[in-house]
């Protein structure tokens, strides 16, 4: 077997395990960017180029980031710490080690025979971009706009709850409604006419 491999699954599981079993959130978070990481080289060493690109800019690019700026933006500091060791980690390990012992027992008592296949041809990149842009252009193109479609309309909804009247949390009548900037006219006439 290839030592390369090994290094780099014991990184992933190692990291892994550390993203479950830390107690300080941010650690986890940057563990789990390991394990991403990890993850992502064991598919580069597999010949899968563009899913170990698409681990390492998802996961590692977005979801990882995410999750940082989440814990890191959410954390209050009245949080009790709780232990770590509780009762759920006794079932849990139980449950892993019996799922273990089953799969392992399976695989040793099989009697399938294992012959060796032909390698298939690895597909490349370069090879999923020409598909992309000749085969599926008109689906690609059709998930752009809408993706370009979702964008706009966050970004519309973001800026109409900041932009819309606020109401007065002690009467909640519409009469008492304050808006936050004057209408444009108001505006105009105060540059127009300065006192």
């Known amino acids: 077997m290839d030592p390369v491999f090994f290094i780099l699954a ?40 563009f899913v170990g690109f698409a681990q390492i800019l998802v996961y590692v690019g977005a979801v990882a980031i995410l999750i940082v700026f989440a814990i890191l933006l959410t954390r209050g500091s009245d949080n009790p710490q709780q232990s770590i060791f509780s009762s759920s980690w006794v079932v849990g390990i139980g449950v892993a080690v019996l799922a273990f012992g089953a799969l392992a027992f399976s695989v040793w008592t099989s009697s399938v025979v294992y012959r060796p296949t032909p390698p298939a041809p690895q597909p490349t990149v370069r090879g999923l971009g020409e598909q992309l842009m ?15 479609a979702a964008m706009i309309g966050a970004v519309i909804i973001a800026m109409r709850e900041r932009i819309a009247p606020e109401r007065s949390v002690s009467t909640g009548d519409p009469a008492s409604l304050t808006v936050a900037h004057p209408p444009i006219a108001d505006r105009q006439s105060a540059i127009a006419n300065p006192k």
């Not at 599981?13 to 992502?40: D, K, M, P, T």
């Not at 000749?134 to 370009?148: D, R, S």
């Open 10 to 49: 014991l990184v992933t599981a190692a990291g892994a395990i550390a993203a479950v079993s830390l107690r300080n959130l941010v650690h986890c978070a940057l563990c789990l960017v390991v394990a991403f990481v990890g993850l992502a080289a064991l598919y580069l060493q597999l010949s899968a180029q």
């Open 134 to 148: 000749t085969n599926y252009v008109l689906p690609l193109e059709v998930i752009g706009l809408l993706l370009t």
